[in-house]
């Protein structure tokens, strides 16, 4: 398997992406795709010679299920300990119903029919309650970003390595090399201030839940984005 950077490897389906940060101390997942797709990041372990046994960590960005659908399955398999945003914490855990995307409210007679079919992922247990500046020390080093608007707990996450590489989530994605809030998302102020706070940052690279990595002058892209919207 191709590593985006050293250690640091994607888990791509069909509809939507998770990673795999391999350390000394373990394995860290940064979101779990939808459910069932255990199998998927097994297969994906396998190619590095590590296995769900190995994940001492699973860190998600929000709480849709196509980020933590097979978090309780994961996390059965390995004992790893759960990170999700204070913001979303409560639909991680299964005590509420997650926020329907954006979009829903550009097309509100989609509500229903999102509510119907998108799938509910198994509650699972969350040790770490985390936001930017809250939740103590992240595995991998990973440092955490607040970035709500594509749901009101959404986060992101830098790793400084090799140049830094930004860990997304569904806050933006990216096509051609260049920065767009996403279909799912819509202009509104939060939304666009989460992309000007991950602007203010430096990373080479970025990855997206929902689209190809920016294997290079990633933070550029943003702030080219951002200056357009100001």
């Known amino acids: 398997m191709d590593a985006i950077i050293s250690g640091v490897h994607l888990v791509a389906t069909r509809s939507v992406n998770s990673y795999i940060i391999d350390g000394d101390e373990g394995v860290t997942l940064v979101d779990t795709l939808l459910p069932n797709n255990e199998g998927a990041i097994s297969i994906a372990l396998a190619a590095i010679g590590r296995s769900l046994v190995d994940v ?28 999700a945003p204070i913001g979303d914490v409560g639909a991680v855990r299964g005590e509420q119903k997650p926020p329907l995307p954006p979009m829903a409210d550009r097309f509100p007679f989609l509500k229903p029919i999102m509510n119907r079919f998108l799938p509910a992922p198994d509650p699972v247990v969350v040790e770490y309650e985390i936001a930017e500046g809250i939740g103590g020390t992240l595995p ?3 440092q955490v970003i607040d970035t709500p608007g594509h749901t009101p707990g959404h986060v992101s996450f830098l790793l400084e390595r090799d140049g830094g590489l930004l860990f997304v989530g569904d ?7 260049r920065v ?11 939304f666009d201030a989460s992309l000007r706070h991950m ?13 190809a990595p920016l294997e290079s002058g990633a933070s ?3 702030n080219r984005f951002v200056e357009a919207i100001r």
């Open 56 to 83: 001492t960590a699973i860190v998600v960005t929000h709480a849709h299920s196509d980020h933590t659908g097979s978090a309780a399955a994961v996390k059965a398999a390995s004992g790893a300990a759960v990170y």
């Open 140 to 142: 991998a080093d990973l």
């Open 171 to 177: 806050a933006a994605v990216a096509k051609n090399g």
């Open 180 to 190: 767009k809030r996403g279909y799912m998302n819509r202009a509104e102020p939060t």
């Open 199 to 211: 602007a203010e940052r430096n990373f080479e690279r970025a990855v997206f839940g929902h689209a």
């Open 220 to 222: 550029a892209a943003f």
